[in-house]
């Protein structure tokens, strides 16, 4: 998150306030002046250690762990360099070479830093470890540097050595490559963290060209130097001291805050995928359905198609032996009145010619009920209530009408209705109480009922009948076309009847059965969809 324009323009408010400040104060004396900024620096090295060393365990970037472990020790080697500053009488007899060699010190060793910590962004930082290998660096450049075995830094009378000279422009490389590191890994910052901290290496790099310039430790040049520190610190206590306690999502928190966005934003895709993913399942269901009802008309349609063969058979069987019959008879009574020598009374001719008459008449019988049959096939069916208690009465009726000498009763319950086709319906009825009208013409008192099987479930209607019955095992072959289970000189039909009303309960999406016992009548069960 980018800083407001005000703000920015405070900080360089508060610098150049603070640069006029320690001018004021060195014009009046140059030693309060560097032990000011020295002691500022510490403090900010201190700040940065404390925050960076309690969120270690929340922070997964490890730049500022490790910067915050080495400007711990680069404060304490600051904060002897300003006690073993030339007039502070700390350390006697050291002059100016003691603080110069403590102080090139803390820079190589705060460069050092600066240049390897976007090292350890991605990486595991183990902070005992670390703290201890600084520890034993300090621990040999300070045995070093009071045992006199450091090079020596300055010289009084002729300034700077060549050792302290070229230290500074190493120094200055290693700031070099630290701001590099720093911009080619910008994106594990936030922007405004990254520009302080950029801003603050920029100045100590200016600060170190300008430490190599001065001949007294009280010139020019050397306060140049601390006023450009000065400031350099300032940038980095606002980069970090100052972000970690007003703003912590942009510098402690930052990957947490990152990994929240990321969420989020995986939140939304898995939203839109599941969306995605509902849509397909919804079309797949669409399409399973159709696939079903495909099938579903599929399997009527090869149900039809089997039932029309089978009907196809049984007609071709009709065409092939029931028809001829009547047609060889016709041939042969034909025959016999063409012959010359017919020389029977014309009584016995007539008698010829109505047999030819009568086989002629079965056979246009035959045919009719073969296209009956036909035409239940075809055609849509008209569903509504249908009263089935007024069908049978009314066939009932009408069977009772064409043979008024028969003793027959006719049971109906009242109030049957069903949903269906009204005139295919009446055909149902109609073969069933023909059905069993024919059966039972040879009882002296002849039964035919209608009813409903009692019961919650299924609707089962029933014809029954106390008349010829028929045995069980004969009872597959009955709703076949043409197939009868007993003899025409018995009783005379074409077969087709079953079939027919078989064809009818089938439309309708029901089943019919049978049973039966010879001599004692027969009952056909049927249902509706």
Not at 151 to 165: N, W, Y
Not at 256 to 284: F, G, P, S, T
Not at 461 to 469: K, Q, S, T
Request: glycine share 8%.
């Amino acid at each position: 998150m980018r800083l407001p324009l005000r703000e920015n323009g405070l900080t360089w408010i508060l610098i150049t306030a603070g640069v006029a400040g320690l001018y004021l104060v060195q014009r009046y004396n140059y030693l309060l002046f560097h032990t000011l900024v020295e002691l500022f620096s510490v403090l900010v090295a201190g700040g940065i250690f404390v925050i960076a060393w309690n969120a270690r365990r929340l922070m997964a970037n490890n730049y500022f762990l490790f910067f915050g472990i080495a400007a711990l020790f680069v404060g304490a080697i600051d904060l002897l360099h300003t006690l073993a500053y030339k007039g502070m009488a700390i350390f006697s007899g050291s002059g100016a070479n003691l603080p110069t060699q403590l102080w090139i010190s803390a820079r190589y060793l705060q460069a050092f830093a600066l240049l390897v910590a976007p090292f350890f962004i991605n990486r595991k930082l183990r902070p005992t470890l670390t703290v201890a290998s600084f520890l034993g660096v300090v621990a040999l450049l300070l045995a070093a540097i009071f045992a006199g075995w450091f090079p020596a830094c300055f010289v009084e009378g002729s300034g700077l050595t060549p050792f302290k000279i070229g230290s500074e422009y190493l120094i200055v490389l290693l700031l070099g490559g630290a701001l590099v590191g720093l911009h080619r890994t910008v994106t594990a910052f936030d922007r405004e963290v990254v520009r302080l901290l950029a801003a603050g290496i920029g100045l100590f790099i200016v600060a170190e060209l300008a430490f190599t310039l001065y001949t007294d430790v009280y010139g020019i040049s050397n306060m140049v130097g601390h006023f450009l520190k000065f400031a350099g610190f300032f940038l980095i206590y606002k980069a970090i001291i100052e972000t970690a306690l007003t703003r912590p999502a942009a510098l402690l928190f930052r990957e947490l805050k990152a990994n929240q966005r990321e969420i989020e934003a995986l939140n939304v895709d898995l939203a839109a995928h599941a969306n995605e993913l509902e849509e397909a399942n919804c079309e797949l269901e669409a399409t399973l359905q159709d696939l079903e009802s495909a099938n579903l008309e599929l399997e009527a349609t090869n149900r039809e198609l089997e039932t029309a063969n089978l009907e196809l058979e049984a007609f071709n069987y009709t065409v092939s032996h029931d028809l001829r019959t009547p047609l060889t008879s016709i041939s042969g009574y034909c025959q016999l009145l063409s012959m010359p020598d017919f020389a029977v009374p014309d009584e016995e001719g007539q008698g010829y010619l109505r047999q030819i008459t009568a086989a002629a008449e079965r056979m246009a019988q035959m045919i009719n009920t073969l296209l009956d049959f036909s035409r239940l096939s075809r055609g849509e069916l008209h569903r509504t209530t249908v009263d089935l208690s007024g069908l049978a009465h009314d066939i009932a009726t009408e069977l009772s009408l064409s043979a008024t000498a028969r003793r027959v009763v006719f049971p109906v319950a009242a109030g049957l209705t069903a949903d269906g086709d009204p005139r295919l319906l009446r055909v149902v009825l109609e073969n069933l109480f023909g059905n069993a009208w024919k059966y039972s013409s040879r009882r002296d008192e002849a039964v035919i009922a209608f009813d409903r099987r009692p019961g919650a479930g299924e609707a089962v209607w029933f014809v029954r009948d106390n008349g010829a019955g028929f045995d069980m095992a004969a009872a597959a072959k009955m709703f076949a076309p043409f197939q009868r289970c007993h003899a025409g000189e018995e009783f005379e039909g074409s077969g087709v009847g079953l079939a027919t009303v078989k064809r009818i309960i089938e439309r309708h999406g029901g089943r019919i059965w049978a049973e039966g016992e010879p001599d004692k009548g027969a009952t056909f069960y049927f249902t509706l969809g």
